[in-house]
């Protein structure tokens, strides 16, 4: 089992940025790719971006490339999401997943095994 728990969301402006943490414990996190997804009340839940099991690897939905940035810290267990340029279309509950995905990360979030509880993110115009 891994648990995983997000943090850093909030209320931020047009523009402004956010910086969003997934803490890792359980079995060795160090193995798992990890993805963000972010969903809105009423639609789908959608890939957002997802980092390989080293960090040497990522992934991103065409809506955030260039503006959000994803990375991790094996040795604190951390996955982070750097969120900059934020729109009001940004705002959503973001979770992070983990999973043993290949190394074309995965969008399908069927492919991950582990949740955390979702973080909001609310962008104001």
């Known amino acids: 089992q891994v648990q995983l728990v997000e943090s850093g969301g909030g209320l931020v402006k047009a523009g402004g940025s956010l910086r969003l943490s997934c803490a890792a414990s359980?079995?060795?996190?160090?193995?798992?790719?990890v993805a963000w997804f972010r969903q809105v009340p009423g639609e789908e839940r959608e890939f957002v971006a997802a980092?390989?099991?080293?960090?040497?690897?990522?992934r991103y939905a065409d809506s955030v490339k260039g503006r959000f940035t994803i990375s991790r810290d094996n040795a604190k267990n951390t996955v982070y999401l750097q969120l900059n340029s934020l729109k009001p279309e940004d705002t959503a509950v973001y979770y992070c997943?983990?999973?043993?995905?290949?190394?074309?990360?995965?969008?399908?979030?069927?492919?991950?095994?582990?949740w955390g509880q979702g973080t909001q993110v609310t962008v104001s115009s």
């Open positions: 997943a983990a999973g043993i995905v290949g190394t074309l990360l995965s969008r399908n979030r069927n492919d991950y095994d582990y």
């Open positions: 980092v390989s099991w080293s960090g040497g690897n990522t």
């Open positions: 359980g079995r060795t996190f160090s193995n798992y790719a």
